[in-house]
Each structure stands twice: as C-alpha cells, then as structure tokens.
T-cell receptor, first 116, second 113 residues
C-alpha cells in the first residue's frame, strides 16, 4: 500500500524568496517519487523524479527535492521564487518496480501563490 | 513535436447525454491512461490501457467507457450513468506499461448541466 500527503494546500511567498512545498509519503516498498506542476487549465508537467539514485534530485526551472527515507519525506524547494512559478504542484508516489504505471498515487496538490 | 493532444479543451453537455473525449499521442507510447481531476483532490484513475485492444478499469470506472483500437488513440466516453461528470479530464501515456513516468495532455474541461 502507498499514500502521499501534501502538508499544505496553499503556500504564499514573495517573489525572490525561497519556496518550500512539503510532501510525506508512505510505501510498503522502495518508492519512486515525482513532483509535477500544473498551470491553470493545463496538463501536468514533470518537474523532477527520484528513482533510488542520488537522494538530492535537481529538476527543471531551478527546483530540487531531497529524498529522506528516515523522515519519509520528499520536499520540493527553490531558492528564489519567480512569478511564473505560481501554479499547482503535485507530489506522486509509485513503486520503484512496477508492472504498470496504474500504481501511481497523487497527492491532493499545493497551490503556490507568488506575490510582488 | 511529439506529445499528447486532447480535444476539445472545453466541452458542454446536457444531462443524460453521452459524450466522448478525444486523446491522441504521437510519442509511440504503448500505455495510455485517463484521469479525472476535481478541485482540492488529486488525480483519480478512470481507465488505463497497456497495449492496443486491451484496457482495464481504474479506481473510478463506473459510468465511463473506453476503447483502444489504435496505438495512438484512447477515447473516453462519459455516459449518462456517471452521476457527477463535471470535471477536468486528463489523458496520459507512458513508453511501456512498466514505466511510471507519465506524460500528460492539456486536458478537457467537461461541464454537464
């Protein structure tokens, strides 16, 4: 069994300040973890993924996430927010070894607001 | 450019009508998926197809039907049996059924009144 909890439904930051979006997961097996971003009325775009290689994963647009097994966390960070980062972010967990991608579990999303 | 297209972007229907949402991909991916997204919720899997002429129910298949007659196409029909069809529908694909990195289309917003 697996589950994912995004700890904040809404985060507001000022432009130029750091971003932290929190994600905790639960998994009975070694997980793969993903962060996706969704702009309004658009599809999901992959930001980054963890698949048991380096625990610090770098993604697109300056985002990164650190896999912490002891804390079962996979928080998303960015040193300096930009207005274009305003969107909905989804944390996703999946078994590392899977026969089908139907085993993905999506978090409920965190809406990031960036203010001037 | 390779990718997934969904049409139309916005769709309006009267209650009691069936409606079909289109999903086409030119990525040469084997597997395709349909999700439903409601406000404040994560994506929920409706149906998925691992190969042509094969598909399986996801977590919320009731009131929906699909077909997979061609590798590049995976249309979703929302039937009148779906009790709450108004939602944002997303189609996705993976290179093979065993891959877990999904590529998403831009979505179709269905409103039923």
């Amino acid at each position: 069994a697996q589950s994912v909890t995004q700890l904040d439904s809404h985060v507001s930051v000022s432009e130029g300040t750091p971003v932290l979006l929190r994600c905790n997961y639960s998994s009975s097996y070694s997980p793969s973890l993903f962060w996706y971003v969704q702009h309004p009325n658009k599809g999901l775009q992959l930001l980054l993924k963890y698949t048991s290689a380096a625990t610090l994963v770098k993604g697109i647009n300056g985002f990164e996430a650190e896999f912490k097994k002891s804390e079962t966390s996979f928080h998303l960070t960015k040193p300096s927010a930009h207005m274009s980062d305003a969107a909905e972010y989804f944390c996703v967990v999946s078994p590392f070894f899977t026969g089908t991608a139907s085993k993905l579990t999506f978090g409920t999303g965190t809406r990031l607001q960036v203010t001037l | 450019d390779g990718g997934i297209t969904q049409s139309p972007k916005y769709l309006f229907r009267k209650e009691g009508q069936n409606v079909t949402l289109s999903c086409e991909q030119n990525l040469n991916h084997d597997a395709m998926y349909w999700y439903r997204q409601d406000p404040g919720q994560g994506l929920r899997l409706i149906y998925y197809s691992q190969i042509v002429n094969d598909f399986q129910k996801g977590d919320i298949a009731e009131g929906y039907s699909v077909s997979r007659e061609k590798k590049e196409s995976f249309p979703l029909t929302v039937t009148s049996a779906q009790k709450n069809p108004t939602a944002f529908y997303l189609c996705a694909s993976t290179l093979t059924a065993g891959e877990n990195e999904q590529y998403f289309g831009p979505g179709t917003r269905l409103t039923v009144t």
